[in-house]
T-cell receptor
């Protein structure tokens, strides 16, 4: 069964550094999403992406974040200058239509 | 803004028994979707069951069923004949049905343990 995959599973970075989190959505899916979960807190929506543009974003998704679909398979989340509070589990999801979202296993980002 | 509340941080159930996980939500919308996701340890979230708010009939998927009380804004998940593989975090989630609104709003989750 097709799955959403994410790399790396764990990323450690220094504060102020740029990180790129990678996702490979399910191949025929058209909608892509990023969520994050700070330890002990709720899973929070960051952004949705459709037809090569952002369709919706939350207040969390400020100018330090960006998303891109650089080729036909990858979907990336870039954090330009990481802060300590960016430490979280980042989940990618994809959907064929707008209803059912399929999640990846997550990337644990640790900012030191 | 919509909110989702799961008041049970942890639950446990004996194998083969039935357990109910609670979820309440707050919204001013009349049409929306509700979901339960399961997250086994170190694994991705998997959709367990979904409910469209306009449907009065409660959704059922094998051993999983919901009790959807629209007026009370309650959406509980019942797991019958619990199995060891049901042990996981369970997240309740809400989504507006309107065009252009795709984000899921999650509760904090309930950690379910299954006792052999």
């Amino acid at each position: 069964e097709p799955e959403v995959t994410q790399t790396p599973s764990h990323q450690v970075t220094q504060m102020g550094q740029e990180v790129i989190l990678r996702c490979v959505p399910i191949s025929n899916h058209l909608y892509f999403y990023w969520y994050r979960q700070i330890l002990g807190q709720k899973v929070e929506f960051l952004v949705s992406f459709y037809n090569n543009e952002i369709s919706e974003k939350s207040e969390i998704f400020d100018d330090q974040f960006s998303v891109e679909r650089p080729d036909g398979s990858n979907f990336t989340l870039k954090i330009r200058s990481t802060k300590l509070e960016d430490s979280a589990m980042y989940f990618c999801a994809s959907s064929e239509d707008v209803l059912l979202q399929y999640f990846g296993p997550g990337t644990r980002l640790t900012v030191l | 803004a919509q909110t989702v509340t799961q008041s049970q941080p942890e639950m446990s159930v004996q194998e083969a028994e039935t357990v109910t996980l609670s979820c309440t939500y707050d919204t001013s919308e009349s049409d929306y979707y509700l979901f339960w996701y399961k997250q086994p340890p170190s694994r991705q979230m998997i959709l367990v069951i979904r409910q469209e708010a306009y449907k009065q009939q409660n959704a059922t998927e094998n051993r999983f069923s919901v009790n959807f009380q629209k007026a009370a804004k309650s959406f509980s998940l019942k797991i019958s004949d619990s199995q060891l593989g049901d042990a996981a975090m369970y997240f309740c989630a809400y989504r507006n049905s309107g065009a252009g609104s795709y984000q899921l709003t999650f509760g904090k989750g309930t950690k379910l343990s299954v006792i052999p």
